[in-house]
């Protein structure tokens, strides 16, 4: 009964901003790593930043200056700050959460939010 709840998507010009927030709720009290992930039609899925438990943070190349990860662990929440935004950032973008246990690691996945950035 874990679901990861996302929000913020949509449609926004090239050189504008959107703010992606996910909400973990369910039996689980804290995740090691939560991040985003994006899937564009035909292509593969990628990371495109992450952040543990502690802080450190992992993001793609492509993105790297532009978006800014952060969560509040206490809520077990993570946002996505997206700044200027190119038409190649037009994708699913999907929530991650992960947790490791003395069972194993378990991985939660949203249902994704299509962000699209126009011309």
């Known amino acids: 009964q874990v679901q990861l709840v996302e929000s913020g998507g949509g449609l926004v010009q090239a050189g504008g901003s959107l703010r992606l927030s996910c909400a973990a709720s369910?039996?689980?009290?804290?995740?090691?790593?939560m991040g985003w992930y994006r899937q564009a039609p035909g292509k593969q899925r990628d990371m495109v930043a992450r952040?543990?438990?502690?802080?450190?943070?992992d993001y793609a190349a492509s993105v790297k200056g532009r978006f800014a990860i952060t969560r509040d662990n206490a809520k077990n929440t993570v946002n996505l700050q997206m700044n200027s935004l190119k038409s190649e950032d037009t994708a699913v973008y999907y929530c991650?959460?992960?947790?490791?246990?003395?069972?194993?690691?378990?991985?939660?996945w949203g249902q994704g939010t299509q962000v699209i950035v126009s011309a």
């Open positions: 952040i543990t438990s502690g802080g450190s943070t």
């Open positions: 991650y959460a992960f947790v490791s246990d003395f069972h194993g690691g378990r991985d939660y």
């Open positions: 369910g039996s689980i009290r804290s995740f090691n790593t």
